[in-house]
């Protein structure tokens, strides 16, 4: 079955900072692997999306994510945090049915 | 330009009673989905639709039933609410398949006292 490991319920880093959220995978098939974002008081939005090829995937607001079959991970990163960017986030997998599979999120902080 | 409407977005349920939550969609998505969200336990699947006139139970279907009444709607019903029902309910759909992007409505509160 396929599941996902967000390590760090909370993520707090200063205005400016690399921001760096970690997913890992597990998938008993090359897997799609998803990130969104969900701002208070909302639904959620696709933040980048990982399915074939190119294994950095751009997306969203700056950030982007690699995909690393040898580690069985998806972090996200962003080179400089801004205010806007706080938000929880939430790591997904899909075993390319129509199911997603969430991981528990981190939430991220972000001081001026 | 709504993409996904849930109603209502804040209820107030005693224990035993029901409810229907409402989920409709305009971008002709063939799947549908129901989740709810809890503290440190991240989004969980209760139900899935992945066209109309069919549903499928997810991880956390005890409690819950659904109706997919056409494309567009995909209900939720609490037939006898428990304190344990009190949650954060997401709709969402995507076009289904080989999976796409899947779109969200904005959360129904619900709190069972």
């Known amino acids: 079955a396929q599941s996902v490991t967000q390590l760090g319920s909370h993520v707090s880093v200063s205005e400016g900072a690399l921001v760096l959220l970690r997913c890992n995978y597990s998938?008993?098939?090359?897997?799609?692997l998803f990130w969104y974002v969900q701002y208070p008081n909302q639904g959620l939005q696709l933040l980048l999306k990982y399915t074939t090829g190119a294994t950095l995937v751009k997306g969203i607001n700056g950030f982007e994510a690699e995909f690393k079959k040898s580690e069985t991970s998806f972090h996200l990163t962003k080179p400089s945090a801004h205010m806007s960017d706080a938000a929880e986030y939430f790591c997904a997998v899909s075993d390319r049915t129509d199911k997603l599979i969430f991981g528990t999120g981190t939430r991220l902080q972000v001081f001026p | 330009n709504a993409g996904v409407t849930q109603t209502p977005k804040f209820q107030v349920l005693k224990t035993g009673q029901s409810m229907t939550l409402q989920c409709a969609q305009d971008m002709n998505h063939n799947s549908m989905y129901w989740y709810r969200q809890d503290p440190g336990m991240g989004l969980r699947l209760i139900y899935y639709s992945a066209s109309e006139g069919t549903t499928d139970k997810g991880e956390v279907p005890n409690g819950y039933n659904v109706s997919r009444l056409n494309k567009r709607e995909f209900s939720l019903r609490l037939e006898s609410a428990a304190p344990s029902q009190t949650s954060v309910y997401f709709c969402a759909s995507s076009e289904g398949g080989v999976y796409t992007e899947a779109f969200f409505g904005q959360g129904t509160r619900l709190t069972v006292v």
């Open positions: 998938s008993s098939v090359p897997p799609y």
